[in-house]
């Protein structure tokens, strides 16, 4: 794929974003792929696998970068992590004052759709800290977006009341030490306070409630490797999935592997997260 690295101000910072582009430079749908807390852009890129699934397909990929407490020093893990405004109530790491990244999240989508000529809206994906993120700038609006993929994350807070329907799969981990399905508390790699993390099944009831899914009506289904419910929206289509897959820690699915430490728990590296977002919105009919 062709590789293009957008460098663009907003508000007070420069921004960046890893542009991945079909040979010939031209797409017909668009996933824009939000790391972590502590990642990078070309973190992000490599470890979810993406580029690998989607080359021949016609599918974009976008890889924004969020900001950091010193934007004059490079990122690092641990030392300068780089951090979304996902609305989280953590310690540490802190995004950068000022940086408005819901804004710029959705007036980079609608840019590039325009630039790429989208007949369809782009489909979000974010992984922790970017999970977050993605329900941040769903719920302030600006943009429309054809899905929503949460990885090992969720929305940081209750959706303050209706908000646009966004078809939504939630891939979550049954052994998530960092984001436990049960909820309760969980201590970050930054900071030795404690956060509160809500619990997981009633987060994802309350954003399928508030685009509009029918009360009481979700469905229940195991599989080997997970347990899922779907809440259905109007005329039975299925608005929000949530899957709690059995094993997993506090990992991309069937990611590189590019970061290992026992506090975040176990991998399952036999499935693949990458090719379940794919599926599920439609990108490899």
């Given at each position: 794929m062709i590789r293009e690295r957008i460098l663009e101000r907003h508000g007070p910072h420069e921004r960046r974003c890893l542009l991945l582009l079909p040979e010939g430079g031209q797409a017909d749908r668009l996933i824009i792929v939000l790391h972590g807390c502590g990642g990078t852009a070309s973190w992000m890129a490599v470890e979810t696998a993406l580029e690998e699934r989607v080359r021949q397909s016609g599918i974009a990929l976008a890889f924004p970068e969020a900001t950091r407490a010193n934007m004059n020093s490079p990122a690092h893990f641990m030392a300068?992590?780089?951090?979304?405004?996902?609305?989280?109530?953590?310690?540490?790491?802190?995004?950068?004052?000022?940086?408005?990244?819901?804004g710029w999240i959705t007036s980079l989508a609608g840019r590039l759709s325009d630039r790429l000529g989208l007949r369809r809206p782009p489909v979000l994906a974010g992984f922790s800290n970017g999970a977050g993120m993605i329900a941040a700038a769903i719920v302030r609006g600006g943009a429309e977006f054809g899905g929503a993929a949460f990885v090992c994350g969720y929305p940081r807070r209750p959706p303050p009341g209706r908000i646009a329907p966004v078809p939504s799969?939630?891939?979550?981990?049954?052994?998530?030490?960092?984001?436990?399905?049960?909820?309760?508390?969980?201590?970050?790699?930054?900071?030795?306070d404690p956060i509160f993390v809500p619990s997981i099944g009633e987060r994802a009831v309350q954003w399928a409630a508030a685009m509009g899914a029918l009360a009481g009506e979700a469905s229940f289904n195991s599989h080997p490797d997970w347990d899922e419910w779907v809440h259905a929206g109007g005329h039975g289509h299925s608005l929000v999935t949530v899957r709690r897959v059995r094993g997993l820690g506090h990992h991309w699915p069937g990611g590189k592997g590019q970061w290992s430490d026992p506090a975040s728990g176990s991998r399952r590296d036999d499935l693949a997260a990458s090719g379940m977002i794919l599926e599920h919105f439609g990108f490899l009919a």
């Open positions: 300068n992590p780089p951090c979304w405004e996902d609305d989280a109530e953590r310690h540490l790491p802190k995004p950068a004052p000022g940086a408005d990244d819901s799969l939630f891939l979550m981990g049954g052994a998530d030490p960092l984001v436990p399905w049960e909820g309760g508390s969980a201590v970050l790699p930054w900071h030795p």
